[in-house]
């Protein structure tokens, strides 16, 4: 694209309707003509501006990629969808909503696991025990593995989760789980507690723009004069991109 930019907003859900939120709070409205089935959108009176309506974690990967231009999605998608996620996006500003903080939780009944160093030792003689390896329910299987390898932990198999992870180990699907929480109730409602040390990242809604983009100096122009509407624009951002 060499006029205009792409901005991905998420599709369904409280994400979008904070996203449209955090834009109109900067008189920047985003309609959406074809309703809630229309994959396509705009800004009023910003005519060089194209919405798309994506889901969350596919806005990370458009990003990184460079599919769209500037998107609102989830500090922890950039980093689950690629190791070097973060190395081509540019997080411009959390948006102040979306928190939640990505985790290990075990079964309470694990008394004596408390830490990533007790799970190391559990991981290490449980297919001695059970005659099998430990499993992990997650929808994060690449910050998990990348987290678990951080703690030298290898014995243990990833069953994606599709549905509510919080009761895989309460259904046998599971073992323990990596997940998101905001308050810690739904864990805590399922019998889980997060490790001490098995907080991965916390995540927040953010606006990024995609560094491999094709940036243009007139794309570049208008990112700018967007940016500075919505708040102001990151000190050197053309020589970032």
Partial sequence: MTGGLTLAVPSKGRLEEMTRKAFSSSRLTI??????????????????????????????????????DIGVTG?????????????????????????????????????????????ADVASDFRARHGRWLRVATKYVNLTRRHFAKYGIAEYRIVESAGATEAAPASGSADLIVDITSTGSTLAANSLRVLEDGLIMKSEANLIVSRTADWTPLRK????????????VPAGISTLL
Wanted: glycine share 12%; charged share 20%.
């Fill in 31 to 68: 309609a959406r003509p074809g309703g809630v089935r229309s994959y396509v959108g705009s800004i009023k009176n910003q005519p060089q501006v194209t919405v798309r309506f994506y889901p969350a974690a596919e806005i990370a990967r458009e990003l990184i990629f460079g599919g769209v």
């Fill in 75 to 119: 500090t922890d998608l950039i980093h689950e969808v690629s190791e070097s996620g973060d190395e081509n996006v540019l997080f411009v500003r959390g948006l102040g909503f979306g928190e939640a903080d990505v985790v290990v939780a075990v079964p309470d009944a694990w008394i004596d696991v408390q830490r990533m160093v007790d799970l």
């Fill in 221 to 232: 122009a208008q990112l700018e004069a967007l940016l500075s509407i919505l708040g102001g």
